[in-house]
C-alpha cells in the first residue's frame, strides 16, 4: 500500500464552521505534513509531525489546527476560515529526510 | 533566506527533441528532490538526490545534482505529450527536519 488518502476530496465551508481534513496513511512512514497550494504556486509547509510530535509550524494562523492521533492519521482542524483561505491542502507522508508520498488533496472553498 | 529558483518557468517542448530544467538554490543542502504535477493533481515523487554528482533516471528523465553548484537539472530525453505537467524541485533546508523549500515549478507543455 503507497497511498496516502486525503477526505474530503472537496469541501465548501462557511466562515463561521467548523470541519476537519482527513489524512491516513499505512507505509510505517514516521513524518506526516499538511501542505497549501493556491493555483499555479508551489506547495507551501504548514505543519509536520515527526513520530507523532507536532516540529513545524510555519507560523500558522490559529485558526488551522493540525492533530495527530497516532502514526497513521493526520487530521486538521479548520475553524472561522477566511475567503483566502480557499486553496488545495495536500497531506504528505514520508519516512524521515526521504521523499515524500502526496494524497489527492482537499478542495477548500471558503464562502 | 533561502531561495529556489527553477528556470525556464515555463517550457513549450517539440515532441521527440531533448531538453534540460535547471533548479538553483541558494544555501547548502544536502538533498534535493523532484517531484511532477499535473493539472488539477496532487504531487507525484520522481528522484530524490542525495550527493554530489548523484544521477538518477527514469524513462526519458534524467536528474543530476552538483552540490558545489547548487543545480540540479532535469532532462528529458525525446519528449513525448504525456510528460506534459509542472516539475517542482524542493530543497531539504533544515537537516533532519524534513522542512522542504519548493521552487516555482517549471510548467512543460510537449506539443507534436
Known amino acids: 500500500d503507497t497511498e496516502v488518502t486525503q477526505t474530503p476530496k472537496h469541501l465548501v465551508m462557511g466562515m463561521t464552521n467548523k470541519k476537519s481534513l482527513k489524512c491516513e496513511q499505512h507505509?510505517?512512514?514516521?513524518?506526516m505534513y499538511w501542505y497549501k497550494q493556491k493555483a499555479k504556486k508551489p506547495p507551501e509547509l504548514m505543519f509536520v509531525y515527526s513520530y507523532e510530535k507536532l516540529s513545524i509550524n510555519e507560523s500558522v494562523p490559529s485558526r488551522f489546527s493540525p492533530e495527530c492521533p497516532n502514526s497513521s492519521l493526520l487530521n486538521l482542524h479548520l475553524h472561522a476560515l477566511q475567503p483566502e483561505d480557499s486553496a488545495l491542502y495536500l497531506c504528505?507522508?514520508?519516512?524521515?529526510?526521504?521523499?515524500?508520498?502526496f494524497g489527492q488533496g482537499t478542495r477548500l472553498t471558503v464562502v | 533566506e533561502l531561495k529556489v529558483e527553477q528556470n525556464p518557468l515555463f517550457l513549450s517542448m517539440q515532441e521527440g527533441k531533448n531538453y534540460t530544467i535547471y533548479c538553483n538554490y541558494s544555501?547548502?543542502?544536502?538533498?534535493l528532490y523532484w517531484y511532477r504535477q499535473d493539472p488539477g493533481k496532487s504531487l507525484e515523487s520522481l528522484f530524490v538526490?542525495?550527493?554530489?554528482?548523484a544521477v538518477k533516471q527514469e524513462g526519458r528523465l534524467m536528474a543530476s545534482l552538483d552540490t558545489k553548484a547548487r543545480l540540479s537539472t532535469l532532462h528529458i530525453t525525446a519528449a513525448v505529450h504525456d510528460l506534459s505537467a509542472t516539475y517542482f524541485c524542493a530543497v531539504d533546508i533544515r537537516y533532519g527536519n524534513n522542512r522542504l523549500a519548493f521552487g516555482k515549478g517549471n510548467q512543460v507543455v510537449v506539443i507534436p
Open positions: 504528505a507522508s514520508s519516512q524521515i529526510r526521504d521523499k515524500a508520498f
Open positions: 538526490l542525495l550527493s554530489n554528482g
Open positions: 507505509m510505517g512512514h514516521r513524518a
Open positions: 544555501t547548502t543542502s544536502d538533498r
